[in-house]
């Protein structure tokens, strides 16, 4: 089994700190936007507080939140990461699942995942977390 390299870890490691920086950005951005919102209430008609006004503030609210709770799952997962590059850096790349390494080129687009390709779509489909002891 071949563990990441000391350079490889480090572009993991710089890969997770952007990425980071990113979610934190976009969950600043959805909190701005809410309020944002929330003071441009009761003026999109002539009415104050017109239901019309009131549904389209509550639609926005509920995207804003969903797009917010999927970024603050990304945060978690990428700080989970870090600690698991920090703790354990030469386990750091080993799939939770199976063990097998996940490989460079997935941890270059999903630098937080702790599972390979094939675990993640076994998982995704509805498999146990552990494999079956067969």
Do not use: W
């Not at 009761?42 to 926005?60: F, I, K, N, V, W």
């Not at 990304?74 to 700080?79: E, K, P, T």
């Amino acid at each position: 089994m071949e563990n990441l390299t000391e350079t490889e870890r480090m572009t993991i490691e710089r890969l997770l700190r952007r990425e980071r920086e990113s979610t934190l950005e976009a969950i600043g951005h959805f909190d701005e936007s809410s309020r944002d919102l929330r003071e441009r209430a009761g003026e999109m008609s002539l009415y104050r507080l017109h239901p019309a006004d009131l549904g389209t503030e509550a639609q926005e609210n509920e995207k804003e939140f969903l797009l917010a709770s999927q970024e603050g799952r990304r945060l978690y997962a990428i700080d989970e990461a870090l600690e698991r590059l920090y703790k354990e850096p030469e386990a750091f790349g080993t799939c939770r699942r199976c063990g097998e390494p996940i490989g460079l080129p997935r941890l270059e687009v999903i630098p937080e995942t702790p599972y390979c390709a094939v675990c993640a779509a076994a998982l995704e489909a509805g498999a146990p977390a552990a494999p079956d002891a067969a």
